[in-house]
């Protein structure tokens, strides 16, 4: 059974800096595409940020230039740097593994930030 545990929310003031962890066991984590995507109260999930095998990623607009992903291979970990954080980006942050077409998901973690 794969295992995806996330770490790293908490509470934080607007313009400041959270960096989120999600590591991962029981999976080809080099082969794997890793993300992470939120969900804010009486919102739908949405992608935050994607990062392949190959470290090739993708963000959503609404993150673009504040939040970078990253992973390293060795400890099977990916991460968030959340920098410039805005109120808007409140919501439970969740780890997602996609391998051969099957999608995992860690329990996540809280993200808030007061204004």
């Known amino acids: 059974q794969v295992q995806l545990v996330e770490s790293g929310g908490g509470l934080v003031q607007a313009g400041g800096s959270l960096r989120l962890s999600c590591a991962a066991s029981?999976?080809?984590?080099?082969?794997?595409?890793m993300g992470w995507y939120r969900q804010a109260p009486g919102k739908q999930r949405e992608l935050v940020a994607t990062?392949?095998?190959?470290?090739?990623?993708v963000y959503a607009d609404s993150v673009k230039g504040r939040f970078t992903i990253s992973r390293d291979n060795a400890k099977n970990t990916v991460y968030l740097q959340m920098n410039s954080l805005k109120p808007e980006d409140t919501a439970v942050y969740s780890c997602?593994?996609?391998?051969?077409?099957?999608?995992?998901w860690g329990q996540g973690t809280q993200v808030t930030v007061s204004s």
């Open positions: 029981r999976i080809a984590f080099r082969i794997t595409t």
């Open positions: 997602n593994a996609v391998l051969l077409g099957r999608s995992q």
């Open positions: 990062i392949t095998s190959s470290s090739s990623t």
